[in-house]
């Protein structure tokens, strides 16, 4: 932690009137926006910040997250309640937020164990899933006040000139890295020799995959809670559920004793539960695949830039990311090659 707990807790006893002496323990390890859990007697909250060692700005406005958050409230999406937003550096020394700490379960890699006593507990999961998608993607963001979120318009040209952008970047900081140049400039222009015709746009997540969910942690199965909004955006719908069918096929390959719907099924629900025509959703998956890889491979080189004692211990998992990165680019690679998903 590079900052000074005791201000933060002046500032929360201002504010909050935290009286109690406050713990603070992280939650995740810098990869992206920084998690800690802040305890004071009985309260529990989470502080989310931008990372130590920040890539591109913009990917971690912290305070607009508190803003959809905020918006969200008003609606029916399962969003952790935002309790205080400080933009003052004295304090932590970045702008952070505040909101309510959300105890479940997250059911990527591995299901509760109680889950196994509710019949069809996969199914149960991805209908809670496309039920918040598509009641986020059915809100007025106009008449929540979400028009600074994003620019609407190009927003999938804006998306292949961002992520190349951000990885020719980080190629010029560092020679450490899991993906080719090359290989993803190739893809990269193959999204932009193929954009397709945008659907009307609406509020995105920008990274809806399961990680990001908080689920009860035993029957009935219940999405508690959609969290990391940092890349909340205004844009095509698709994009949304592209990087949830890639979240979901890697559920399925660490589930595979329960009866997991298709990707396929999991695609005809959205279509359903929107009342859209079904469409190939090949572009949407490659450029969600191909998104994730630079993420993941933008992390993967900060952490190799990082001198500091958390870095050598963040070192350990540097080869599981780096798996990841390179199962992610053959994904994109596949869809880019194959004529249509089948629905």
Partial sequence: MDWQPRRLE??????????????????????????????SGYNRWVLRKPPTVSSHHA??????????????????????????????LVVIGSPFFIMDYVPGANV????????????????????????ALAELHRQDWLKLALQEVGRPEAYLESQ???WRSQFLAQSDRTQSSVMS?????????????????ERTAVLLHGDFQLSNMIFSKQPPVRLLAITDWEL????????????????????RQCCQQHLCPSIQEVAQQYFKAMAYDVVPLNYY???????????????????????????????RDLQPLANQIDQL?????????????NL
Avoid: M
């Avoid at 990917?59 to 803003?67: D, G, I, Q, W, Y």
């Avoid at 680019?329 to 998903?341: F, G, H, M, N, T």
């Fill in 285 to 315: 998956l490659v450029l969600a695949a191909w998104k994730r890889a630079i993420i993941l491979e933008n992390r993967y080189r900060r952490c190799c830039l990082q001198d500091d004692s958390r870095s050598t211990r963040q070192g």
């Fill in 181 to 197: 140049r090359d290989q993803v400039l190739l893809i990269g222009q193959w999204l932009r020799d193929y954009l397709p015709e």
């Fill in 10 to 39: 002046s500032w929360l006893h201002d504010r909050l009137g935290v009286s109690s002496p406050l713990l603070i323990n992280p939650l995740s390890a810098g990869y992206s926006n920084e998690n800690y859990l802040l305890t």
């Fill in 329 to 341: 680019i053959k994904q994109a690679e596949y869809w880019l090659s194959e004529q249509e998903l």
């Fill in 108 to 131: 990527e890699e591995q299901l509760p164990d109680l889950y196994v006593l509710e019949e069809n507990c996969c199914a149960r999961i991805i209908g809670e899933v496309i039920a």
């Fill in 232 to 251: 909340a955006a205004l844009g095509d719908p698709l994009l949304d559920l592209a990087s949830l069918l890639l979240s979901w096929s890697s559920h």
């Fill in 59 to 88: 990917a971690h406005k912290v305070l607009r997250e508190f803003a959809v958050l905020s918006a969200l409230q008003k609606t029916d999406v399962p969003v952790p309640r935002p309790v205080i937003a400080c933009d003052d």
């Fill in 160 to 162: 292949v000139e961002r």
